[in-house]
């Protein structure tokens, strides 16, 4: 299994920036891809950014040319630069891998327990 830790959360004002990490643990093979997704109050969860292990990239239309996401393979670690922060941006920050136990199970997937971002003035 695989546990994820976040940090970084907290308020910043708008037009601020915050760095989210999220550390991956435990006993897998290997972590194809991890990401972040968020909840607002009321929406349903929705992808940020999702990054594979060779670096490639997807990120949500409303995210796009603010937030960056990156990869440390060899921490297991991801992590989500959030530029430019808009009230809308508010909402619980998850963080999700993607991962193989074995060389012969499916895929697996395990979420962190959320860090809360505020943007506020």
């Known amino acids: 299994q695989v546990q994820l830790v976040e940090s970084g959360g907290g308020l910043v004002q708008p037009g601020g920036s915050l760095r989210l990490s999220c550390a991956a643990s435990?006993?897998?093979?290997?972590?194809?891809?991890m990401g972040w997704y968020r909840q607002a109050p009321g929406k349903e969860r929705e992808l940020v950014a999702r990054i594979t292990r060779g670096g490639s990239t997807d990120y949500a239309d409303s995210v796009k040319g603010r937030f960056a996401i990156a990869r440390d393979n060899a921490k297991n670690t991801v992590y989500l630069q959030m530029n430019s922060l808009e009230p809308e941006d508010t909402a619980v920050y998850y963080c999700n891998a993607i991962y193989y136990s074995t060389y012969l199970s499916n895929p697996e997937n395990s979420w962190g327990q959320g860090t809360q971002v505020t943007v506020s003035s």
């Open positions: 435990g006993s897998f093979l290997s972590i194809t891809s």
